[in-house]
């Protein structure tokens, strides 16, 4: 069974940052796929960056050069360090993972994924 727990979130204001983490097992985090994505109020669910089995990573464009997706394999978690935040950031963060044997064509995509944690509010004030 695959376990995902998100940490991390808080409110900071607009310019500050924060770092969300996902705890999860050695296994997961060192062959699945896995994603951070949001979701705000009243708004679809997207994506904001994933990372490949060998370390391949991908953005999305609003969080380009401001978010950067790493992993410790020490620490059996994923993070997402959160630079230059703004109100439109706001929004609950999800850790999600899907399994190596799935061919993942676009990894921003929610339906990509089988595994999902439980979230972690993040809120921007101006």
Partial sequence: QVQLGESGGGSVQAGGSLSLSCATSAHVLGSYWMGWFRQ???KEREGVAAIG???VTSYADSVKGRFTISR????????????????ED???YFC???????????????NEYDYWGQGTQVTVSS
């Fill in 40 to 42: 705000a109020p009243g």
């Fill in 53 to 55: 089995r060998y370390g």
């Fill in 72 to 87: 410790d394999t020490a620490k059996n978690t994923l993070f997402l360090q959160m630079n230059s935040l703004n109100p």
């Fill in 90 to 92: 706001t929004a609950m």
């Fill in 96 to 110: 999600a993972a899907t399994p190596p044997f799935k061919a993942v064509w676009r990894p921003l995509r929610p």
